[in-house]
């Protein structure tokens, strides 16, 4: 597959023909993005038709859209039958891919489709990166209304852990900001709190933004919802947030999926707000996008507001997210859990906190 290969190594692929050839392949691979190879108008027609099913590393095998045309979502499944999900978002000023690093998650957090599904396997590099070029080549042939026709932002926000998939993540993020020509600071990397990845991962040249998911602001409660905080827990996940801030002079973004009952008490607004404060990072909060394998629920709109008062009376810097593409299954997995007819998961909720309302 193409996006297999190394940019510079695409020559290799291309055998006998003259190495220009292989530059511009490279050009409509990462940079003006077509939907099949008919468009690549400067290759031989003899040479496309050899290209044609090398192309992408997957195959369409759903696509959604909602919230009138501006969130669509593609569910791709892999020669060996793996599926990746990508969500794409448009607004005014910017249009937003999220893109999956991994097929399935071992991360296991209680509220996430994903992680119900256990890990199947790695994705490659290409398979990250073509998540991009494919999106580009769709706006171009099918634009979003009222939003820039190419994606503009990326965000590891989709299936998987990204700092599991350390290399192949490093080698895409090379592809995006190197090749594609990609803003590195329009590009972030989201993690679940893996340390020695988001350590390594502020050693690298580009200026790449990290967002955090914490979901509860004390080690107990987010032991029962984001399993990896026994290994990593808070304080050092906080560390190693310092130490990334401190290496590349980008604020860190905190996430917070806002649950019922959950993680959504003033108490833990409070102490999310001590983190955030002491960071100086950014809070974004986003209710919570049910999925059908998880009895977590999104928050009431009264219980959403009390939280996000009582951040920004602490100090905190908070910014309240909008849902997207809830009638699309927009959330992680949630695609692939209609598609293969996943049963609904039964039993208690991870865990519950007093009602804040008799805080």
Aim: proline share 6%; glycine share 8%; hydrophobic share 40%.
């Amino acid at each position: 597959m193409l996006y297999d290969t190394r940019p510079e190594e695409l020559g290799d692929v291309l055998g006998e023909h003259p190495r220009y050839r292989a530059d511009q392949l490279c050009r409509w691979l990462y940079q003006d993005f077509v939907l099949s190879t008919e468009g690549m108008t400067n290759l031989p027609i003899g040479l496309r038709d050899e290209l044609a099913d090398k192309l992408w590393p997957f195959e369409v095998e759903i696509t959604q859209t909602g919230d009138a045309g501006r969130t669509r979502k593609w569910l791709f499944r892999t020669p060996d039958h793996a599926s990746i999900e990508s969500v794409l978002m448009g607004y005014d000023d910017r249009t937003t891919l999220c893109i999956s690093s991994q097929a399935g998650c071992a991360m296991g957090c209680t509220f996430c489709a994903t992680g119900q599904f256990g890990f199947e396997r790695h994705l490659s590099a290409g398979e990250i990166v073509a998540q991009v070029a494919y999106a580009n080549a769709h706006v171009r042939a099918n634009p979003l209304p009222g939003s820039p026709q190419r994606v503009t932002n990326v965000v590891f926000m989709g299936m998987g852990e990204p700092l599991a998939n350390y290399p192949r993540v490093v080698e895409s993020l090379h592809r995006m900001v190197d090749v594609m020509d990609m803003a590195a600071r329009s590009v972030t990397v989201s993690t679940v709190g893996a340390v020695p990845g988001m350590r390594r991962l502020a050693q690298t040249p580009w200026q790449v933004g990290l967002a955090v998911s914490l979901h509860a602001a004390d080690d107990e409660l987010r032991s029962t919802l984001v399993p990896l905080n026994n290994r990593y827990p808070l304080a050092d996940v906080v560390d190693a947030c310092r130490e990334y801030f401190d290496r590349k002079g980008r604020r860190v973004t905190i996430e917070w999926a806002l649950m019922s009952g959950t993680n959504d008490s003033v108490e833990q607004a409070q102490k999310l707000a001590a983190i955030a404060t002491d960071l100086g990072a950014h809070v974004n909060v986003i209710n919570l996008n049910p999925t059908p394998l998880s009895h977590e629920q999104p928050a009431d709109r009264p219980t959403l507001m009390r939280f996000m008062e009582a951040l920004r009376a602490e100090g905190a810097n908070a910014t309240l997210r909008a849902t997207r593409g809830q009638d699309i299954d927009g959330a992680c997995g949630q695609l692939r859990t209609r598609a293969e007819e996943v049963p609904i998961r039964v039993g208690p909720p991870a865990r519950t906190l007093a009602d804040p309302k008799t805080e």
